[in-house]
């Protein structure tokens, strides 16, 4: 299982920017998928999950309104679009998949980490 993240749709002089997260080695539909992110200097902090249909979707209170979250099971990727950036949403932003308490973070498996500066 392998899960690569990406930006897409940067629009220079905004504060909209997309993250997506391509999944290899399993469908999307299997597991319960999420965002993170580790804000410099802090621990890392869940942004949004949402189950494998799509069809139930939670975000933290910090992100609420400005962050969505979606998938395209087709696809196989998770989406995350960033609408209202703030500079505290500066952070590396991590895709994860497979919820499971007793794995590191809650889930077992992990993508590489982009970093998104807002100044």
């Known amino acids: 299982v392998q899960l690569v993240t990406s930006e897409r749709g940067m629009v220079q002089g905004t504060r909209y920017l997309g993250l997506s997260c391509v999944a290899s080695?399993?469908?999307?539909?299997?597991?319960?998928m999420a965002w993170f992110r580790r804000p410099p200097g802090k621990e890392r902090e869940g942004v949004a999950v949402?189950?494998?249909?799509?069809?139930?979707?939670y975000y933290d209170d910090s992100v609420k309104g400005r962050f969505s979250v979606s998938q395209d099971n087709a696809k196989n990727t998770l989406y995350l679009q960033m609408n209202n950036l703030q500079p505290e949403d500066t952070a590396t932003y991590y895709c994860?998949?497979?919820?499971?308490?007793?794995?590191?973070?809650?889930?077992?498996?992990w993508g590489q980490g982009t970093q998104v500066t807002v100044s």
């Open positions: 994860a998949a497979d919820c499971d308490p007793e794995s590191p973070g809650g889930y077992k498996y």
């Open positions: 949402i189950s494998p249909s799509g069809g139930t979707i």
């Open positions: 080695g399993y469908s999307t539909r299997t597991y319960w």
